[in-house]
């Protein structure tokens, strides 16, 4: 069974809370190639993207003793997304990598369909168009332990699938799609922050 290097373990042990873990994703440089990377290979890369930082996210909360959760968020016109999950005291709170400055961490104070709920108005595309469609049940991770998620090299399938199959825990309702606003310009501009341009959704590339 793999474990942590040695070198790895200094890494994880100096992430103590869930906002540590937040800056280190913060930190590191926003890889604009998509698909899944381990956590081993987030820290061998030194970059993230949204759904790599979340894995590796949720391995840094599985050393803080909270099972690794993750949520999906569905959208259109642009990518979806991922949020590392955590409770305390029975509410949760969130962590995650992203181009947006809107869309990463949230404090622990929300119930789950809340927290889902409060990703919406801070979720829209390069374009200022709201494009958050959908969000799922708590996805487990802990079943992918036995085949090694958290070193695995390959392109770890198998969470997809269990993305891919998950309930909605919330869906937008169609009829409500041509009621939604765009994000005011100031707010467009304040997302994008520092974004890296690259890895941005434009039409045609998902």
């Not at 906002?19 to 280190?24: E, R």
């Not at 259109?76 to 949020?83: C, E, I, K, Q």
């Not at 374009?127 to 802990?142: C, Q």
Request: hydrophobic fraction near 35%.
């Amino acid at each position: 069974m793999k474990k942590w290097t040695a070198k790895e373990r200094r890494i994880l042990a100096s992430l103590r809370t869930p906002a540590h873990i937040q800056q280190f994703l913060d930190e590191l440089p926003y890889d604009e190639k998509g698909g899944a990377v381990s956590p081993r290979g987030v820290l061998r890369n030194g970059k993230a993207q949204c759904y790599s930082g979340v894995l590796f996210a949720c391995a840094a909360l599985r050393e803080l003793g909270h099972p690794p959760r993750m949520m999906w968020i569905d959208a259109a016109s642009d990518d979806g997304h991922a949020l590392a999950l955590y409770q305390i005291g029975g509410m949760w709170g969130s962590v995650a990598k992203s181009n947006f400055t809107t869309i990463r961490s949230r404090e622990p104070i929300y119930p789950y369909f809340a927290l889902g709920l409060s990703y919406f108005d801070g979720f829209f595309n390069q374009y200022g168009k709201r494009t958050m469609r959908a969000f799922t049940v708590p996805v487990e991770l802990e079943q992918f332990e036995p085949r090694g998620w958290r070193f695995d090299d390959g392109p770890m399938t198998y969470i997809d699938r269990a993305i891919d199959t998950a309930q909605r825990e919330w869906v937008l309702p169609r009829k409500s799609i041509k009621r939604i606003s765009r994000v005011s310009e100031s707010l467009r501009k304040a997302g994008l922050l520092g974004a890296n341009r690259e890895g941005l959704w434009r039409p045609g590339n998902s």
